[in-house]
C-alpha cells in the first residue's frame, strides 16, 4: 500500500516517524508478510538512507549474492563473510526472501510516485521500519507422544521515501562591495570632501 503523504501527518496513519519538513513523501507499508522478523530487520537498516536506485541494486545483488546484508544487532551464530567488509563489519549473510519483499516494496512506491509526476531519479529511503507482527503458530510432533510449538515471526514493514533537496548555491557576495574603513580614514575622506 503506497500513498502520498505531503499535507499530513505521518502518526494519524500509524507511522512511527513524524517529520517537520515540507518535501513530499511517499509511504510504503506491507502488513504480516511471510519473512523473518530479524532477516527483514537487519535487510532494512542496510538500504536506509539510500538512494532508490542504488536501493533496488543493492537488493538485486542481495539474491544473487554479489553482496551480503551485514548484521548488527540480530547476530547470534551468523556466520563471517568477506562481503561484510564493504560495511565495515564481519558478520553477513544473504536473505533473499527479504530482500524480494524489500524490493517489491521499493518497485512499488516507485511506480506510484512515478504516476503522481514526481522525480523518480531524486528519491531517498528517508525511513524504513520493521515491527513484529503477530506470531503464526504450527505444531511439531517429538518422541513419546510430545507436541512442540513451530512458530514464525512475521514483522510489518513501513517506509518513507522524500525527494532528495536540491543543493542552491550560495548566491556569490558583490565584487564591488565596500572594504571596511577605519574611523579615522573616514574622517580625512569627509574633511577632504569638504575642501
Not at 519473512?35 to 541494486?57: C, D, S, V
Not at 551468523?78 to 519483499?101: I, L
Not at 518497485?107 to 522525480?119: F, R
Not at 507482527?133 to 512458530?151: D, E, L, Q, S, V
Request: hydrophobic fraction near 30%; include cysteine.
Amino acid at each position: 500500500m503506497c500513498r502520498n503523504i505531503q499535507s499530513i501527518s505521518l502518526s494519524s496513519y500509524g507511522f512511527a516517524f513524524e517529520s517537520h519538513s515540507y518535501r513530499q513523501k511517499w509511504c510504503a507499508t506491507r502488513s504480516t508478510p511471510r519473512t523473518r522478523l530479524n532477516n527483514t530487520r537487519e535487510t532494512a537498516q542496510a538500504i536506509k538512507g539510500m538512494h532508490i536506485r542504488k536501493a533496488t541494486k543493492y537488493l538485486k545483488d542481495v539474491v544473487v549474492q554479489h553482496q551480503c546484508v551485514p548484521f548488527r544487532r540480530y547476530n547470534g551464530g551468523v556466520g563471517r563473510c568477506a562481503q561484510a567488509k564493504q560495511h565495515n563489519w564481519t558478520q553477513g549473510r544473504w536473505p533473499k526472501k527479504s530482500a524480494e519483499f524489500l524490493l517489491h516494496m521499493l518497485k512499488n512506491a516507485e511506480s506510484n510516485a512515478e504516476l503522481k509526476g514526481l522525480d523518480v531519479d531524486s528519491l531517498v529511503i528517508e525511513h524504513i521500519q520493521v515491527n513484529k507482527a503477530p506470531k503464526m503458530r504450527r505444531r511439531t510432533y517429538r518422541a513419546h507422544g510430545r507436541i512442540n510449538p513451530y512458530m514464525s515471526s512475521p514483522c510489518h514493514i513501513e517506509m518513507i521515501l522524500t525527494e532528495k533537496e536540491q543543493i542552491v548555491p550560495k548566491p556569490e557576495e558583490e565584487v564591488a562591495q565596500k572594504k571596511k574603513v577605519s574611523q579615522k580614514k573616514l574622517k580625512k575622506q569627509k574633511l577632504m570632501a569638504r575642501e
